[in-house]
């Protein structure tokens, strides 16, 4: 079993394992403890009282957090003609249509969010093994199948992010970097869980929200009152 570095036992030991932190003091500690020379991203795990391997128990959608994620998001459009001129003027990074196709045929996929208007599906389509996996297939629930290209790379590039529910029940998702201010990563929380806590599936039973954990990248978990959250 490997040691734990002086590094590790010092954040180890910063948290209490046991106790229920409210909001604002996990988000607080989560600062303290990112540590590492690069920027680390604040993470929220939430817990769902769900049973994703059922339809209508998934929880999946998008939710623009109001203070960016404080990353690059590097946007594909699959779209023709005029479309694809309104994505360019958006800010897109890669547009194109069969000939996009074929690039990431080739195992280059030089983009982070996938946006296509509904007549290129057909050419999408076939990028399925590719994309999927990837999460990257555009999908008209979460608005990435649209015919307003504009407005959707806007959103991708301004702080919109995907979530999606793991076959455990758990719903990863950063809310920005440790550099931000505290009450911008509380913002952008509040957005999160709001966002999931509306999209509750009709088939959930029982308690819905069961446990909600922050982290830096590298560092340990923060266990959150739930309660406190409730009262939101």
Avoid: W
Wanted: charged share 25%; hydrophobic share 45%; glycine share 10%.
């Amino acid at each position: 079993m490997a040691k734990l570095t002086k590094k590790a036992k010092a954040l180890a030991t910063a948290v209490d394992r046991e106790k229920l932190y409210n909001v604002d003091e996990a988000i607080a500690l989560a600062r303290t403890n990112a540590t590492s020379k690069f920027d680390e991203t604040i993470e929220v795990a939430l817990n769902l009282g769900v049973d994703p391997r059922h339809a209508d128990q998934m929880v999946r959608g998008v939710v623009l957090l109001p203070k960016g994620t404080g990353k690059t998001v590097r946007v594909g459009v699959f779209a023709k003609g005029a479309k694809a001129d309104e994505a360019r003027e958006a800010g897109a990074d890669v547009v194109g249509a069969e000939d996009l196709m074929e690039i990431v045929q080739g195992g280059k996929i030089d983009f982070d969010r996938c946006i296509a208007t509904p007549d290129m599906m057909g050419v999408v389509g076939r990028l399925g093994k590719i994309l999927g996996p990837k999460g990257l297939m555009p999908n008209p629930k979460l608005g990435t199948v649209t015919m307003n290209v504009a407005a959707a790379v806007q959103a991708a590039k301004s702080g919109q992010v995907e979530y999606r529910v793991e076959k455990a029940g758990i719903i990863h998702s950063g809310i920005g970097k440790a550099s931000f201010p505290a009450e911008d990563l509380r913002a952008n929380f509040d957005a999160l869980v709001d966002a999931v806590v509306k999209a509750k599936p009709s088939g959930a039973k029982g308690k819905y929200l069961r446990k909600i954990a922050v982290s830096s990248s590298m560092g340990p978990g923060i266990k959150v009152d739930v309660a406190d959250v409730s009262a939101v």
